[in-house]
């Protein structure tokens, strides 16, 4: 039965206000069981005029991008090999971890860590995931992965899970997690 | 800047409104950039007599248990290896995949799976994070894991992610990925 | 999916806010075509001291009395003849119409009316309803009378329909046709 | 002193907004003994982007028609004997019932029972009340019929009352009661 | 952390809107010691077809003229001897005191009791202070007064304060202290 | 018609929301010229567990306390001639400044200043006037002063105003207006 007010500064677009309603939406799934359709939220737009803090009127802050939008780009660059456009949308601090791997901050790194272990990988994704952390977005993508081994055969369904950071629309971290070597092993 | 009036009926605890009011202001900084002191939240109590639906008064459902509390006292159960009280926090068609498994249906299951694998293991947390998903909580646990191998060697600083979904207060589904795999073969 | 949110100084009772809620959720209901499930109504009480008007705090006004009940208690006191426990439940300037008749002012001119109609009535409700109207609340019940002719044959099953108009918790008017004619001429 | 405060969707047009103010006025008044001046109705509405239920956003369902303005355009339509446009009003399983007949569904079985009744019959409104009943709008029309009696002679002043349903813009029920018989009788 | 939400009717200009906010910030002020930045105000505009009382739509009144603005004006006239258009700007019952004075009630009155004071005299404004009164806008200006006495000598850094009622727009009181007297005593 | 909803911290004396609720008024009629009757408060306290910002639950700051009350009893003490209490009323940085004097730091300065001018000076009210400047209260008092002069002779009906600020609940600055030297040299 609950019912959300939302007091927002006018200027958001319909896509991100959708995305806002959703996100208040599932908060309060995440405490109440209530069904989907008893949850309302209504959201209420000021103009600059009619909003003030401190007396003084203020200005809406652009809204964040949607992270998981920006993650998905990210790995699309990622597989295409576009790698200066997917370099583009790193932050400053960027670290990854691979399976294996300690931090790294260059894609190159990256690049010359799968060398020996991969020829290609393409990924399936069955679901991914974003909420907002402490102080970050978060985004979690997961799935399978297909692909080359360095000897040319061909290998498909190992499972992976990727965990990314975005902060201020850019990605700080990445953390992947996946069953290569156990597939390989076996 | 954005106010969030949240109007729910009367009987949640003070812990379980803390969950929602903090639940509320991650949903509003996952679109808005708004820093952590401009997001209020103020939530409107409505004892059964003060607030219908078609011309009937509602009872308030039960708040749902913390997901990350239920989860952690789970994985505490499992490496005390209390089998049966780790066994009723399961849900119907609960089903656990890890590193090289199907989908195992019950904890014997795995433990038959992780005996020839390793004599214990331990977790070390790094993060727990916890969000609503589609239907059900999610939460997810990231750390180290450390313990000994069948030959009694020790391990540790092992990289592992577990993924869980709760509904109505019951686990439902296990997801495990590390890097063990990845160790051994090095 | 109306939400209404009624802002009322604190001081009335539970019933007295399920009538208000009931009220109001029929009010969206008479314009706007919402499922029952749809329609919230929200009661926010204010104790004295957090309301104002004018700077200057208020008391509730003491709720008026269910005219339905009213009525009907009205109704159970004249069917059982006590004629002076019915008339205080009547205001200034009360008149009755009656088939036939024209406007009555007291109750003994009604059984008057009736003593060469019928010995006695009796009434089977099929429906009560009540409304606010213009500066009355107003109450119609009807269904069928029965009894016995003044030659001490019975009747039943004549249908009749009551109109009362209620103020400051008073019978100020009542209205009433039936087919009593009909049925004697037939 | 109530305010009430009625959370809409965009697109009710300036009249609907006034019946639905007015409507909720009369629910105040019904149980709360304010004056008139001191009833407040504020109506929020949403565009469809800034309401979402279930994250779902939606799209308002037209307003009910006047049930009022429905009722009197059938009567004047009956009075005109426009009876394929009156009948045209009449909603599935529509039933009359009128002085001494049993339930007609028919328009047709109206006019053959009213044959030997009156050449012909116009009414003078007192008074219509609207309002909404349990799963339709009731509309009540009284005042007083004039026509002739089957030899010529003029009547005048016969006191009726018309009840009406009203469910999804159809008129679905009419009961009338009058004097008539009691006048011919006399 | 107080959060004024102020529902008021459409019309409101911009300026009349930062007016009202900053009024209703400084009103929080006077009783709640928080931060400028923690008092949030939300103005709620109704048109006119949103908005009833006793079931009527309203229309707004205009705003009030800033006083502060309007009495800056009027001191300027008077300081540039624009007498006509200074009187035009006072209300029915304007009437002023200076040091030494009875009640004045026109402009002629106090040019009089001037003459002999001084020759002609400017004024600096420390600061210029509004508020609502009862029943009337208030509004402080002091600073000090330069000028030359009537033997042709100047003066300077005499300190003074005035104190205005503002009704409808009108100036209806005027209050002066002033050191002069002081001054030439010494 | 403006209605104000403000949303507080629990924790307020009806004493202090009565203020709040005056000052608000107060803040509406600045700007729009409604009637009295028109303006409505309401408050709507928040326990703290239903408040948050920022995810943090928050506690309310004490109320300010009166700075009209505050100043009358300074104003007390010092005609009293309680010297010490009314010290101890004082803010660090305190000024006061009276006609013919620089800015005085301490009641000894006063004192000694006024011991020419007069043996003795008691206030009549003619109204007191506080309201919220920028980063103080502001607090006037006006009216007439009676006492004797040096010599023994009496005197009364002398004008003064008083302003005062008030900030933390201490009086900062003291500034005093008044025709004793326009009287005197008269």
Same sequence: chains 1, 2, 3, 4, 5, 6.
Avoid: C
């Amino acid at each position: 039965m609950p019912v959300i007010e939302a007091h927002i500064l006018e200027g958001y677009s319909a896509v991100e206000k959708t995305r806002l309603s959703q996100a208040l939406t599932q908060a309060v799934r995440f405490v109440v069981p209530a069904p989907d359709e008893a949850i309302t939220v209504m959201l209420h737009e000021y103009p600059s005029k009619d909003y003030a803090r401190g007396g003084q009127h203020r200005a809406p802050a652009p809204a964040l991008p949607d992270p998981e939008a920006l993650v998905l780009e990210y790995l699309r660059l990622m597989e295409a090999r576009e790698l200066s456009a997917a370099q583009a949308m790193l932050g400053d601090g960027f670290e990854m971890v691979f399976p294996g791997t300690g931090a790294m901050k260059t894609l190159e790194e990256l690049i010359a860590w799968a060398g020996p272990r991969y020829r290609f990988v393409t990924k399936t994704y069955d679901a991914v995931e974003a909420f907002q952390g402490d102080g970050a977005a978060v985004v979690y993508t997961r799935g399978t992965l297909a692909g080359e081994w360095p000897d040319g055969t061909a290998f498909e369904g190992i499972r992976f899970i990727d965990r990314f950071e975005v902060r201020d629309g850019k990605i700080t971290r990445q953390d992947v997690w996946n069953d290569i070597a156990e597939v390989r092993a076996s």
